[in-house]
């Protein structure tokens, strides 16, 4: 597939290189053949795609965390208003699995465009605080609808008309791959500049001609789509869904946690990011369930004292000693803003991110 | 000469504070409108207004007979009116040449868009920062970052460009060099109107100027006529209540401003960037 | 009417512990630019602090309040110096910070789990059931308590801030902080001392909490919410400001009642903040505190 493209000379989208069209195929036939290969136990088979829809929803928490700036600490509440939504499909309709799916997210999406069109008038911090808000609500509502989530008691899913959990494994990579695609053209086209200038200075940013509103909108819009896709992906995984756990303060705080871990801002380092989380909470916190928030908050604050940039950060650190110097702009991936570390500009992505793609596997 | 940009009775208020209070002006094509007044007068509002950054109060700003005032910001951009930051604004960690892509992107459609990158790097060389193109704005001189805010302004493909304050602050040579790109950039086709405090800049290239005091035009004419007019003296020299001034008041024949910069103490916050 | 006067009397006395949980995340918002996102977690641990205090050492919470003040005072220079010290500040720079604290106040909430489980606590003072009567209803002792010496503390600040000279220099840095270096101002101790005693309202808030409502270590995550409700709302760096800030909310969710079920009133400051936010996107008192 990747010779045709070559001989036949197709023209790529400015956004897409071909070095960075072979990894990803590379990686997504690889991945693809993995489990048959490999023949992995059902245990790491299962979780390896429970890890894939991590990845996907860090990589869409970023696009609003890391390319715009605007941490939101409420991204449960698409997660799983997907979720449900994508449940009480399947339970009550005959659609297909990836329908309920997509409806869910979709729904998700617009619930997210309700509440964050008017939040995205705040930046920073502020907006930051006002997702909590929304995650707290979201959570009560859900919590007390019982008719729609079925309360504490949560949904089971009816079994046998959706995918089987081995076969979920597929079904994360191609929501992986169809993530990390949106991934990259979001940064990587004109609209990723555009971006990178809001979450530089918004009023600058429209000073020449970019409309805030328009593509912070977008952007979230398209973030809480795909939480929500992963929401009716972890309902059907796990067969039942409560919203105690799906719209939980925990669920949100996990999707930040990603983010930072991998890296934010960068393109794939939330892919990074996921796998450590799950390392973490599958091996680690099995066995200590009780330490599960405070080892999160000394992670998030060991990487933003030493290496804002989490994984890729030290990935770059890394590849400088090889001398791959990343981009000057690519620094705007960052976190830190401008204003704040004037002198401190080169912590960056650029080149690197592109490699990072290696991590996950 | 047919008018471009027309303000009509602009006003706008803080609260109390009549920041622009009833200006009306306009502005030809191919003209260099200039703008000036003491600290405080209303300029950078004004062009905030026009701009569409900030709603007018009362009034409105047309460009070429549709309205620009009012709107959000990036709309007037694409009507092709663009305003620079009288504290330079630029995308710190976007490299200089991203920075001017932005506004190549989103500003007004116009030729060259084929080739953005061409398009960026042309701007870029006709503004002197070609050389510059892959640092950070953070690197540059505040004359450089000066003229990346134009550049990156340029880039948008106005119609009419506000420029606020681009000379104040530079050295003299800077200065110099600065004034020529703004009559350039005038012969190729952009009408401008230009903030002001370093007089015999604004003075030089002028073709009319305009006079703002408390939110209030108080003049408006040739360069020549302004400098002789009572209130304009008045207003950089004659009232009881404002600070002395510098101490190389105006000589002769240089008229009331040729007092250096009036605002000197104001740009101190904008020079030690980095 | 009766009711809507009995209602109203409650909304007022509410209003007054609320001024005093939100003044404190104001203080340092306006000083250092960096949103406390720990403050809800120092609200939590504080009423924890209050509730060992009394059941261990039977210390009367009103009594407590100036060893838990001082305490948390130690608490907020410490996390300065030790942490806030080192993030980059600024209109535009909350990210990092505001991960850090957000960061610290997981840690809070664990350490509170493993300390003292997740089972809900109430501070019960022989007094907790006693009630005062004005005009012809009823209220809890507690909550007048409360709100007086929400109102004596709040009056106090403003004393500190308007009188001395370190409040003055406090005030002038979140005016400017630049020019204030200039005039001679020690800018890193004024930020220490700031969060230090906002720290210290925290823990006021938490002492004043643990006396009216049963708490658990998620306890927080709604008193942050609300006092950044209110800064938003009112504004930052005046009483007034924070007062009106404090009265539309406690307005707000008691007379919800009437509209919503109870267990939504939760929810009422964040619907209150969606709906101020689209008729007045900059906040009540516009730019002063979206800068
Ligand atoms: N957003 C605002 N809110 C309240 N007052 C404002 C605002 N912006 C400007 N002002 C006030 O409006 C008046 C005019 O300000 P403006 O910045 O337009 O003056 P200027 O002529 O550009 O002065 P300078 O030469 O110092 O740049 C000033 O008194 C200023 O304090
Ligand atoms: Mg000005």
Not at chain 1, 149 to 172: E, R
Not at chain 1, 190 to 218: C, H, M, W
Request: net charge neutral.
């Amino acid at each position: 597939m990747t010779t045709t493209a070559q001989s036949r000379r197709v023209r790529l989208p400015g956004w897409l290189s071909m070095r960075a069209l072979i990894i990803f195929v590379v990686a997504l036939v690889l991945l693809y053949l993995a489990p048959t290969v490999l023949g992995l136990g059902d245990y790491l088979h299962n979780i390896a795609g429970l890890t894939f829809m991590f990845m996907a929803a860090g990589l869409a928490w970023n696009w609003l965390g890391g390319y715009v700036g605007q941490i939101s600490f409420g991204h449960a509440a698409m997660f799983g208003t997907g979720g449900f939504v994508a449940a009480r499909l399947t339970i009550s309709s005959g659609l297909p699995f990836w329908a309920t799916w997509l409806i869910g997210g979709v729904v998700a999406g617009l619930y997210a465009l309700l509440w964050g069109h008017p939040t995205l008038r705040l930046r920073g911090p502020y907006f930051s605080i006002a997702t909590i808000g929304v995650g707290e609500a979201t959570r009560l509502v859900a919590t007390y609808w019982t008719d729609f989530t079925g309360g504490s008691s949560g949904l089971s899913l009816p079994i046998g008309n959706g995918p089987t959990k081995f076969q979920m494994y597929w079904y994360g990579l191609y929501l992986l791959a169809a993530v990390v695609v949106i991934s990259y053209w979001l940064r990587r086209s004109r609209i990723g500049l555009g971006l990178l200038a809001i979450k530089e200075d918004v009023e600058a940013a429209s000073d020449v001609g970019v409309n805030p509103t328009f593509y912070q909108d977008v952007v979230l819009f398209l973030s809480g789509t795909v939480v929500g896709v992963c929401g009716g992906f972890y309902a059907s995984y796990q067969a039942f869904i409560d919203p105690l756990d799906m719209f939980s303060f925990e669920r949100s705080i996990s999707f930040v946690l990603i983010g930072v871990i991998g890296g934010i801002g960068t393109i794939l380092g939330p892919a990074m990011g996921a796998v450590v989380y799950i390392v973490i909470q599958e091996f680690l916190l099995a066995s200590y369930p009780q330490l599960y928030l405070g080892l999160y908050g000394l992670l998030l604050i060991f990487v933003i004292l030493f290496e804002p940039l989490g994984l890729s950060g030290l990935l770059m650190r890394v590849g400088r000693r090889f001398g791959i110097r990343p981009s000057p702009s690519a620094a705007a991936g960052g976190m830190s803003s401008a204003a704040a570390v004037p002198d401190q500009p080169t912590a960056s992505v650029g080149a690197g991110s592109t490699d990072t793609k290696d991590g996950p596997r | 000469m047919s008018a471009l940009l027309v303000g009509e009775s602009v006003c706008k208020y803080f609260g109390g504070l009549r920041a622009v209070d009833d200006v009306s002006f306009t502005l030809g094509e191919g003209e260099i409108l200039g703008l000036i007044g003491p600290n405080g007068a209303g300029k950078t509002t004004l062009f905030s207004v026009a701009a569409g950054s900030v709603p007018a109060t009362r009034g409105r700003v047309l460009l070429d007979g549709k309205q620009v005032s009012g709107k959000s910001g990036h709309r007037s951009v694409h009507q092709g009116i663009c305003r620079t930051h009288q504290i330079v604004r630029p995308f710190a960690r976007l490299s200089v040449l991203d920075n001017v892509l932005v506004g190549h992107h989103y500003g007004r459609p116009g030729p060259g868009h084929g080739r953005p990158v061409d398009h960026a790097m042309g701007i870029l060389d006709f503004i002197g920062l070609a050389d510059r193109a892959h640092q950070l704005p953070g690197e540059l001189t505040l004359a450089g970052r000066k003229r990346l805010e134009v550049a990156r302004a340029l880039a948008t493909g106005p119609r009419v460009l506000l420029l606020d304050e681009v000379v104040a602050g530079l050295t003299p040579v800077e200065a110099q060099r600065f004034v020529e790109l703004i009559r350039q950039i005038r012969d190729r086709g952009t009408s401008i109107v230009m903030i002001e405090h370093v007089m015999h800049a604004v003075m030089g290239v002028s073709d009319r100027v305009m006079v703002l005091d408390h939110g209030r035009q108080i003049a408006e004419g040739t360069p020549e006529q302004v400098v002789k007019h009572p209130q304009v003296i008045e207003a950089y020299l004659g009232r009881d209540d404002d600070e002395p001034n510098d101490h190389d008041e105006p000589t002769h024949g240089d008229g009331p401003m040729g007092a250096g910069d009036p605002a000197s103490g104001q740009h101190a916050k904008e020079k030690p960037d980095a | 009417m009766g009711q809507v006067l009995a209602l109203a009397i409650s909304a007022v006395l509410l209003a007054g512990f609320y001024a005093s949980m939100a003044y404190g995340l104001g203080l340092i918002y306006g000083v250092l630019r960096v949103v406390n996102l720990a403050h809800g977690g120092m609200i939590m641990a504080s009423a924890y602090l209050s509730w060992v205090l009394f059941t261990r050492f039977n210390i009367d919470p009103y009594l407590a309040i100036p060893i838990v003040m001082v305490v948390f005072f130690v608490v907020g220079v410490a996390m300065y110096k030790g942490l806030v010290r080192f993030l980059p500040r600024g209109a535009a720079g909350g990210v990092q910070s505001l991960l850090l604290l957000f960061g610290v106040w997981l840690v809070i909430r664990n350490i509170a789990y493993l300390l003292f489980t997740g089972d809900d606590q109430a501070v019960r003072t022989s007094y907790s059931t006693a009630s005062i009567s004005i005009f012809g209803n009823s209220y809890s002792l507690n909550r007048v308590l409360v709100f007086v010496i929400s109102l004596v503390a709040v009056a106090v600040l403003q004393l500190w801030l308007s009188r001395t000279y370190t409040g003055k220099a406090v005030r002038a840095v979140t005016e400017n902080s630049g020019s204030s270096t200039l005039v001679g101002i020690d800018v890193e101790r004024v930020y220490a001392l700031t969060f230090g005693v906002g720290t210290a309202l925290a823990g006021l808030a938490g002492v004043l909490a643990s006396t009216l409502f049963a708490f658990n270590p998620s306890f927080g995550s709604g008193e942050l919410l609300k006092s950044f409700v209110i800064i938003v709302l009112g504004g930052l760096g005046s009483v007034v400001g924070i007062a009106v800030g404090a009265l539309v909310l406690s307005f707000a969710e008691i007379f919800a009642i009437y509209v919503v079920p109870s267990y939504l009133t939760a929810a009422v400051g964040f619907v209150l903040l969606v709906v101020v936010l689209v008729v007045r996107p900059s906040g009540l008192f516009g730019a002063k505190v979206l800068r």
